[in-house]
């Protein structure tokens, strides 16, 4: 996970410890691009977020940044007047120390909810971090490393592209455990590119990336204050992408962010199975989702998987109350390749061997399809959840978020 | 909880016992009018409905039933058109009893889904249940105990109302303890009285009382195949209430289901808090409740109270995502009692005294308010839900529903 993960050209990064977990972990992230960055955002749609939300969003619209701080430990949200105030210093802070506006740095934080941030360990922290600043790979996980809370491991991403312009770089680092169900985007996540891109296609390939990955994951349907997705084009590679070159990166992109969104299934909360939900044969792609989400958010649909039960009640009965419209007669639905409800009816299959590839193994395919009938159509949506354990209700009835 | 529940005039109950369950509990309901009743029915607004939900719906609408028979151990849901066949067999063999025709019998089944219904049990079974008949109050208890499946006690209800008129009574039952999402009707509830009403009139009676309890309880988010209440009115009391008496049979009816509807949440599977949430100052009802809702179904919000932790972040948050336009800045928080967040930010607060109390008692009260702001109004709503536990996944990894 953590090996042959390199920073694209034109950026640094840091990890750095500025006490404000009582864990003495890592805590604060830089992200600094050397010169300006064409700069892109998406943020929770939660009316309730985070002050770093309420501040970046206003800047996303000019364009560009050269950084991104974030920091763990505090998410800095439902804090009121004051808790802008302390997101707004963070970023001047960095930006006087970096020789730019306020305006240029873009800022994140995770954490507990309501407490104000520790402004004293930040405005020691900063500078520290800032002597730490490197283009190297372990620059890039020790930031990745800061930005954890309950996550068990750093989420890293890259992926080197030869575009007909020339070689390019992707990478990309995001954090998250729970409290997800993003809607526009989720946690925290930063992709880097060294492309030559404007602001416009910074912003449409992260929101096209970000659509088919970040909003497709669910661990357990309660939607964060504080996600954010940002991407920084450095511009350093010299390379322009033509409209086929941009085509490709925009895969690259959203391959990077899949990686980052499926690492946070892999590390769900108490999680045992790592679920892919594939629903297709959907008259819209809007539709699919919601049918994909009312299954992947299913405290039972959640719970059979946990008990290695093929269980494909839930899962139809979840599909069936999504709000999407479609005749059951033509609903068939697989569970690890064994087809368990066709066209309506159950299947004759052999539960015990399902039962048992549930029980051994930690990935599991739940395919649902809709293979006619008046309401169906061309639309399919893969997602991707973990189950749901009693180790996940003793993490969140134990820890304050 | 069992005693003095009595049936109103002209109304027959009995529970028996086919042999559906493994566990040689009781299995059939049975609830019979002499005469023919005024019917109303709310059902699942699941696309992945059950057969006597289909064959059912397609009868209210003639106005009028003799009878409802329930069994309880399968749900003939997801059944195909054999499933259908098998409700519809079901209500023809108790009609013939009665001396009635099959489309005056309404039907509904809970348990698990997708399994044929043991059809030569119910056969036999049916003649026996018609012989247990009769009008007292332990064979309400009987017909109520026999629509039970994961509940550990059976639901019942009575009222008796001094209308203008004359006296008339209200009695129901109801069966749940998991997959309780309701939207339109939830779970099984069967309601009788004995004014005499028309169709349209306990149409409207059990929509707005249905609207106001079943309607707003959720144990785990999860929408049944099944969900059914149904009003029936004899009219034996020979009472016609006038327009205000109506209102008072409305309030009535509504109390009635209200005791049903809480007693499923107090019921809930695993819980170890019974959760009373009041959404207020909101611009309309549906607004309110799925603001509601949205608390309701959090997994954090239902771990956060079981493990007696004030998490005020995690309540805010899920009516941030609940898609109902607000300010913060207006919006504040009480759990019991105590004023956690006002107006969007955190307020001073002995939080060990709010957690020892949310240890000490079943009970738990929030109430979250919108006290102003271009987005606020005057509808309130009161939802109720269960906290969420390891036990309630223990529950549903081993139990096949």
């Known amino acids: 996970m953590t090996v042959q993960v390199l920073l694209p050209r034109g950026f640094r990064a ?15 992230a830089l992200f600094v691009s050397d010169g300006p960055a064409s700069a892109a955002g998406v943020f929770t749609t939660n009316r309730v977020c985070g002050a770093p939300v309420i501040v970046s969003r206003s800047r996303v619209p000019t364009g560009t940044a050269r950084a991104v701080i974030i920091n763990s ?6 804090t009121g007047d004051p808790g802008i105030a302390n997101a707004q210093r963070m970023t001047a802070v960095l930006a006087e120390l970096l020789g730019c506006g306020p305006e240029d740095v873009l800022v994140c934080s995770t954490g507990v909810i309501g407490v104000p941030l520790p402004m004293p360990l930040l405005l020691e922290g900063i500078p520290q971090a800032t002597r730490k600043l490197a283009d190297d790979g ?7 490393t800061a ?6 491991f750093p989420k890293l991403s890259s992926l080197d592209l030869h575009l007909a312009g020339g070689g390019v770089r992707i990478a990309g680092v995001c954090k998250g455990a729970a409290m997800i169900a993003p809607n526009m985007a989720t946690m925290l996540g930063v992709v880097m590119t060294d492309a030559v891109l404007t602001p416009a296609q910074c912003t449409e390939l992260l929101r096209a990336g970000v659509d088919e990955t970040f909003n497709c994951i669910s661990v357990d349907g309660h939607m964060s204050t504080s996600d954010t997705v940002l991407l920084l084009a450095s511009g350093a590679s010299g390379v322009r992408p033509s409209i086929e070159d941009l085509a490709l990166l925009g895969d690259g992109i959203r391959q990077v962010c899949q990686n980052l969104a499926t690492s946070i299934i892999r590390d769900a909360e108490g999680a045992d199975h790592f679920i892919t939900v594939d629903v297709s044969g959907i008259v819209s792609r809007e539709a699919a989702q919601r049918m994909a989400r009312a299954i992947c958010d299913s405290a039972l649909v959640k719970t059979a998987i946990t008990g290695g039960d093929p269980n494909w009640g839930r899962i139809v ?8 419209a479609f005749d059951p007669a ?6 690890n390749g064994t087809e368990v409800y066709r066209a309506g009816t159950p299947a004759v299959f052999d539960a015990a061997a399902v039962s ?6 930690r990935e599991v395919h739940l395919e649902l399809r809709l293979s006619g009938g008046p309401e169906s159509g061309d639309c399919a949506v893969r997602f991707w959840t973990s189950d749901l354990t009693a180790e996940y209700v003793r993490l969140n009835s134990e820890y304050t978020t």
């Open 356 to 361: 048992q590839g549930l029980k051994a193994q």
């Open 317 to 324: 009965s979840a599909a069936g109350y999504s709000g999407v």
């Open 147 to 152: 930005m954890m809370t309950t996550d068990t």
């Open 330 to 335: 033509w609903l068939s639905l697989r569970i």
């Open 73 to 78: 430990g505090n998410s800095n949200a439902a």
């Open 138 to 144: 372990q620059s890039l996980l020790d930031a990745a």
């Open 14 to 28: 840091a990890g750095y410890t500025c006490g404000i977990k009582a864990s003495g972990k890592s805590d604060l």
